[in-house]
């Protein structure tokens, strides 16, 4: 509700009755609280989704047939994910928090016409606020009075210059004051101001499912529907062959749990987790589990300009006099370099520095042995050319200062009755009696080759001057071009990007000619790229077109509702999209992307807190390392995902033969011992596969184009890989029982036919070894890598031959799944498992590249 403050307050502020009466009307000026869901409720998110439901119905139908064991063993596997996956992601919700640590814990104000200081919750509608250099502004207010009052907007506006405010100029809450004086009318607290608004944005923008999320929906859904099916199936046959209704109910049920994947859980999370903690090893620190695997999937990067793409290192590397071009050379903001140019103009060098460093409040200092920019990096970089010119700053400080403003689009100061002005070369020049198109063509000249030009300027003040005429009839002294050099692994970060066709789109508060020049440099930017801003198309097919551009894109100007209609229309196009931001504006934009990256080292408290990933080193080159990773992981949930399906088929066989066969042909393997396989060999296997190290590939090709699930890796698994399994185990179990003296439909004497029982166990555990160095690449055979380049996979692989040894070898454990040792014709199969395994998925490799080529 719009309300009047100035109309019902004094020069004097108001009076303490007047404020409690404010106070107690509109509430305390403090953010509105977060829509936070409670710790309970994100826990008990981790047991309720599909997989986690399923795998509790396998529990609860465990214990229904009588084993409770394999009860317990599931509900281990799903708390155990449970508590993993909730401690990853405990903080991943909580941006709107944080805006409290964006507003002053007290603050100046008029009241009863004395100054007092009071805490920032009890400003009300028309307190006069005093601010002055560094203070925060805890409310929005209006500009009543001020002195060479700036401030640092950037966080609301993207900007990176600091912005002038004068008389009757609104100031926003959570910005802060850079330079000088002024008093402010409140006129918005708490919930009413725009920081509030923004809040609000960041928390209705709502995270879409990840790629792998839905993916793994799908997985689940199949091998649910497969496993039911089996189980009704072979629980019907059961009845047919003469099982009494409730002993057919339990096999079926058996059946059906012993398909369930308990290890594929905690896999994809373990596997997820290793991901998170490579890239927090590069500098990209995950704060949402599955955005790991997210980032692989991404087909476009929405990314800032300023500090990502840039090193925001201001310097000075070019001044152009009427008398030539001085060259300034130096290491960041060091006030030692070396010029070189026309004597002319070498001698000209100290006056021009000295006239534009009076005008800007910047300093390059030493910190720890590094020289850097304190305040501004443009005005660093300024006043760190008149330093290298052998300019005293202390010697030449201003009398007063004028500050930048977008209106003038200069600023001024005078010193001893003379004025210095520096600013945009064509409001400038207006400015100046004595500019030629030789000016004009020295600014062009600049700018082709991307720098920022300031043109510098000056006269003497005569007695009588107005306000008014301060900043006219000057006399032009020069020009400055300063670089903000790109990051040096940009350029080939891009390149990356491309090759693994992945756009890029720079979304920056810039001016559309720098933002441009940087594209260009850094390779973003192709010949037909478009550059938009500030006015965007408002058709959204129309912008999404224009942004979904093979050559790159540049948006400039834009404003927060900007960024989060990109991400938007962006999304509705099918693409997966990384937004970068460091500002509270970019918070929703943040949340709405299906990536989004925060920047670490510069960025706000609250855009940290709504990103997914956070750049502890602001650099667009760790995106990509990433992006990188993520694509790694995905390919390593192929892989695992391959490992768990294939023994899917060896371990349902023997149940289908049984039934096929009329019961004339044992039951080859039990419920427990399946259970055994996927829980107890299959698991460190398989955890091994999800850190495979990435692939001289990952990074060439839309590898992400198809789903998780393809009809290549189905057939690779149910039809080669699965089939080649079963048939080994079962026909040793055969051979063991034929060997033993069994016949066809006679009952097997229980030695023998625990015996046979080991061999199958074995056989396809000895396979599933086999297929775990199988499954590391798609395309090469089994000896193609080294050994050891996966050294958890060794190890794995020696624990799993160890548990199998103890699965048939400990008379406890043997007799309690089921199995004991194989005889010495049963190892023949148990080797020839593994050998054929690798002989056949070397062969279905190289036809598949023969049909290819």
């Not at 405010?165 to 708490?190: I, M």
């Not at 055979?781 to 080294?786: G, I, K, Q, Y």
């Amino acid at each position: 509700m719009a309300r009047e403050p100035e109309k019902t307050s004094s020069p004097a502020g108001l009076t303490s009755g007047e404020a409690q009466v404010r106070l107690n009307q509109d509430g305390p000026n403090v953010p509105p609280p977060a829509a936070r869901r409670s710790p309970v409720a994100a826990l008990m998110r981790q047991f309720t989704h599909l997989l986690a439901i399923l795998l509790w119905a396998a529990a609860g139908l465990a214990l229904l047939s009588g084993t409770p064991a394999l009860g317990v063993a599931i509900v281990v596997v799903i708390v155990l994910n449970a508590l993993f996956a909730f401690w990853q992601e405990y903080r991943a919700d909580r941006a709107a928090e944080r805006l409290h640590a964006l507003l002053p814990t007290v603050t100046r104000v008029r009241r009863d016409g004395s100054l007092v200081t009071i805490d920032a919750a009890d400003l009300v509608r028309g307190d006069r606020v005093m601010l002055s250099s560094g203070d925060r502004i805890g409310a929005d207010m209006r500009v009543e009075e001020s002195t060479a009052f700036a401030v640092d907007e950037s966080m609301m506006t993207g900007e990176s210059d600091a912005v002038a405010r004068a008389a009757g100029d609104p100031l926003s809450a959570g910005t802060f004051v850079v330079e000088g004086h002024a008093e402010a009318l409140v006129t918005a607290t708490g919930s009413h101001t725009t920081l509030a608004a923004i809040s609000e944005l960041a928390q209705a923008a709502t995270r879409p499912p990840s790629p792998l999320a839905r993916e793994l929906d799908r997985v689940v859904r199949t091998v649910a529907t497969i496993a039911v099916l089996a189980g009704v199936g072979l629980g019907l046959t059961g009845i047919v062959l003469g099982l009494q209704p409730t002993e057919a109910f339990l096999f079926g049920v058996g059946v059906a749990v012993a398909l369930v994947p308990e290890g594929l859980l905690p896999t994809v999370t373990l596997a997820l987790a290793r991901g998170a903690q490579l890239m927090a090893d590069q500098n990209a620190l995950v704060r949402r589990l599955d955005a790991v695997e997210t980032l692989g999937a991404t087909t476009i990067i929405c990314t800032d300009k300023t500090g990502t793409l840039t090193q925001n290192r201001m310097s000075v590397v070019e001044v152009w006099t009427f008398h030539g071009a001085v060259t300034v050379t130096g290491e960041g903001y060091e006030p030692v370099a070396q010029s070189g140019g026309r004597p002319a103009a070498l001698a000209l060098l100290p006056g021009i520095s000295s006239t534009a460093a009076q005008c800007v409040v910047g300093r390059p200092i030493s910190r720890d042995g590094q020289w850097v920019a304190e305040g501004d990096p443009l005005e660093a970089a300024i006043v760190c050319l008149a330093m290298r010119s052998g300019i005293d700053i202390d010697a030449i400080q201003p009398e007063s200062r004028f500050p930048y403003t977008a209106d003038r689009m200069m600023s001024s100061a005078i010193r001893r009755d003379r004025v210095s002005v520096i600013g945009a070369p064509e409001r400038v020049f207006q400015q100046c009696t004595n500019t030629t198109p030789e000016c004009t063509q020295a600014v062009n000249a600049m700018a082709a080759r991307g720098l920022r030009v300031l043109a510098v300027a000056g006269r003497a003040l005569t007695v009588g001057t107005s306000a008014q005429e301060i900043e006219t009839g000057l006399e032009l002294l020069g020009l400055l071009g300063l670089e903000d050099p790109p990051r040096p692994d940009v350029h080939r970060a891009i390149q990356s990007c491309r090759q693994a066709g992945i756009r890029v789109v720079m979304v920056t508060g810039d001016h559309p000619d720098t933002a441009r020049a940087i594209a260009r440099e850094v390779g973003l930017l192709l010949p037909g790229g478009p550059v938009l801003g500030p006015d965007l198309p408002r058709d959204d097919r129309e912008l999404g077109a224009i942004l979904d551009h093979e050559e790159g894109a540049v948006v400039a100007r834009v404003a927060p509702a900007d960024k989060l209609r990109i991400a938007r229309i962006l999304k509705q196009r099918g693409h997966v999209v990384a937004m970068t931001g460091d500002g509270v504006n970019d918070a929703p934009a943040l949340r709405e992307a299906d990536v989004g990256v925060a920047m670490g080292a510069s960025g706000s408290d609250v855009a940290r807190e709504a990103a997914d990933l956070v750049l502890l080193d602001d650099h667009f080159a760790t995106i990509i390392s990433a992006i990188r990773l993520g694509r790694a992981t995905f390919a390593n949930a192929r892989r695992f995902l391959t490992y768990h399906l294939t023994d899917n088929v060896a371990e349902l066989a023997p149940f289908a033969v049984w039934a096929l066969s009329g019961g004339n042909f044992p039951l080859a393997i039990s419920v427990l011992q399946v259970l055994a396989l996927d829980i107890g060999t299959d698991m460190l296997p398989a955890l091994a596969l999800g850190v495979e190290p990435p692939s001289r590939r990952v990074m060439q090709g839309k590898d992400r184009s198809h789903p998780l699930i393809t009809r290549p890796l189905l057939v690779r698994a149910f039809g080669v890989l699965g089939p080649v399994e079963a048939a080994v185990s079962l026909t040793g179990f055969t051979t063991v029982l034929l060997l033993g003296g069994w016949r066809w439909g006679e009952s097997a004497q229980p030695d023998l036919l625990a015996m046979a029982s080991g061999t199958v166990f074995a056989t396809i555990a000895s396979a599933q070894v086999a297929n775990a160095f199988a499954c590391r690449s798609e395309t090469l055979p089994a000896w193609s890598h080294p050994v050891f380049a996966n050294r958890a996979l060794v190890f794995a692989v020696g624990v799993d031959l160890a548990l199998v040894v103890c699965f048939l070898g400990i008379p406890v454990l043997a007799e309690l799944l089921g199995g004991t040792w194989p005889s010495w014709i049963g190892w023949i199969f148990v080797l020839a498992g593994g050998l054929a395994i690798l002989f056949v998925d070397a062969l279905h490799k190289s036809l598949r590249r023969d049909k290819r080529t």
